[in-house]
């Protein structure tokens, strides 16, 4: 046997590296995740009426007990996922709106950005709470409404209170926001809302801009 041989046969071998095991509480958090991604994916592909207990475990890979271990049922599996986005997406925008040091109109442009971008990098959360929300059951069309009340909440946080424009601005302009997204949706297109922004930065601005411009002529008449 050559000595190279000898010196690799006679060496010893070290400790195999042991993995360590992952918990029981990141495993069931784990589970419960992928339930709730399932119910966004399979609802996005064909709707919430078409999709079933036995559809969302299969695209889980989990046992149909584990389901019921974690939630009721589908409502509250789809309830759960909606709540989990819109708490993502706003955490994310909050964020990144926070990073900004310029003025108002840089932190909305910044929030839009960042709306846009949880937008095409989750297709499926995005139709589950935009499109699908509205008809899945009772209780989801109440939670879209109260997704859309924060937004709101956080939009007058940023924008300056101007005069003459009507109390209801902010909901005019979130709703208007949310209805050109939702086609973008609808169209196939979540994966390109990005591409909106700059016409949606003009949107929600330039109710604002008008206003100050007419306080501005009134001022100096």
């Known amino acids: 046997m050559p000595p190279r041989a ?50 969302i475990v299969r695209r889980a890979g989990v046992a149909r007990k584990t389901l019921y271990d974690n ?19 706003i955490q994310r925008i909050e964020a990144d ?27 499926a959360r995005a139709r589950m709470c935009m499109i699908e929300a509205l008809s899945a059951t009772q209780a989801a069309t109440e939670r879209y409404e109260e997704a859309m009340q924060r937004f709101v909440e956080m939009t007058k946080r940023t924008v300056p ?5 009507p109390e209801t601005i902010e909901e005019t302009l979130v709703g208007g926001i949310a209805w050109i997204v939702y086609q973008q949706i609808r169209r196939g297109e979540a994966e390109q809302a990005e591409d909106l922004l700059p016409e949606l930065s003009e949107f929600m601005l330039a109710p ?14």
């Open 97 to 123: 709106c926070a990073e900004v040091e310029g003025d108002w109109e840089e932190r909305v442009q910044a929030g839009l950005a960042s709306f846009l971008r949880y937008i095409a990098e989750n297709p």
């Open 71 to 89: 939630f009721e049922g589908k409502e509250e599996v789809f309830l759960t996922a909606f709540d989990a986005a819109v708490d993502e997406a």
């Open 161 to 165: 209170h101007e005069d003459g424009l």
């Open 6 to 55: 000898k010196a690799r046969s006679g060496a010893k071998a070290g400790p195999v590296p042991v993995r360590p095991a992952l918990s029981r509480e990141f495993i069931a958090v784990h589970k419960r995740r992928r339930i709730m991604d399932a119910i966004a994916e399979l609802t996005a592909e064909q709707g919430y009426d078409a999709t079933k207990i036995g559809d």
């Open 208 to 221: 604002f801009h008008g206003a100050a411009e007419a306080a501005e002529k009134r001022a100096n008449a």
